[in-house]
């Protein structure tokens, strides 16, 4: 059980846009910055967003992040057969000085 | 290249001890604050552990989770993190990956990542 709620998995078709949520309380979310993680399979993770909107150097703007109370979304428009992939969020937890992630999100291009 | 690259994972016992190193080049690894994650098959990402730079006075933090069981360290002078495991589990099973951060106001984000490394525990 994560810490950080996120759906199992979305999908959408080529050209689309998809969202995915990461849900949480404020002693993470709330008060700290979220960061978006992309592994593709196989693979080890990949910085995507950090400071809950800031991309990651050559990451493309297709990829954007937002962050509102207790919840962050990370957007990803124009969707791409490379794009599946699981996704995760981060943050940090203040009350424990701990950094804890969602529990993944795979996308489908179908 | 700016690269990190585990070594050590491999197949232990349940009770028995691990060391991993976590090789930095291309950076300022003095300057970083490293952490390691780590992966059961077929799971999330679980944040396990960091250290941090020397100007925050080599502070470490642990998951609940491993507290007691791991201790990460650093050589600056090597570039070179590490994980001690000790009594270990079998739930301890996982790739456990090497991430950098870094100082400043938000060392909480993983901005390079290692390819991973194996840990097995198992009778």
């Known amino acids: 059980q994560s810490v950080l709620t996120q759906p199992p998995s979305v999908s959408a078709a080529p050209g689309q846009k998809v969202t995915i949520s990461c849900s949480g309380s404020t002693s993470n979310i709330g008060n700290n910055y979220v960061s978006w993680y992309q592994q593709l399979p196989g693979t080890a993770p990949k910085l995507l967003i950090y400071d809950n909107n800031n991309r990651h150097s050559g990451i493309p703007d297709r990829f954007s992040g937002s962050k509102s109370g207790t919840s962050a979304t990370l957007g990803i428009t124009g969707l791409q057969t490379g794009d599946e992939a699981d996704y995760y969020c981060g943050t940090s937890d203040s009350s424990l000085n701990i950094m804890v992630f969602g529990g993944g999100t795979k996308l489908t291009v179908l | 290249e700016v690269q990190l690259v585990e070594s050590g994972g491999g197949l232990v016992q349940p009770g028995g001890s691990l060391k991993l190193s976590c090789a930095a080049s291309?950076?300022?690894?003095?300057?970083?604050?490293m952490h390691w994650v780590r992966q059961a098959p077929g799971k999330g990402l679980e944040w396990v552990g960091r250290?941090?730079?020397?100007?925050?006075?080599?502070?470490?933090t642990y998951d609940a989770s491993v507290k007691g069981r791991f201790t990460v360290s650093r050589d600056d002078s090597k570039n070179t993190a590490y994980l001690h495991m000790i009594s270990l589990k079998t739930e301890d099973t996982a790739v456990y990956y090497c991430?950098?951060?870094?100082?400043?106001?938000?060392?909480?984000?993983?901005?390079?990542w290692g390819r991973g490394t194996l840990v097995t525990v198992s009778s």
């Open positions: 250290i941090r730079s020397k100007v925050n006075g080599y502070a470490t």
């Open positions: 991430s950098r951060s870094r100082d400043g106001y938000n060392d909480w984000y993983f901005d390079l």
């Open positions: 291309g950076f300022t690894f003095r300057g970083s604050t």
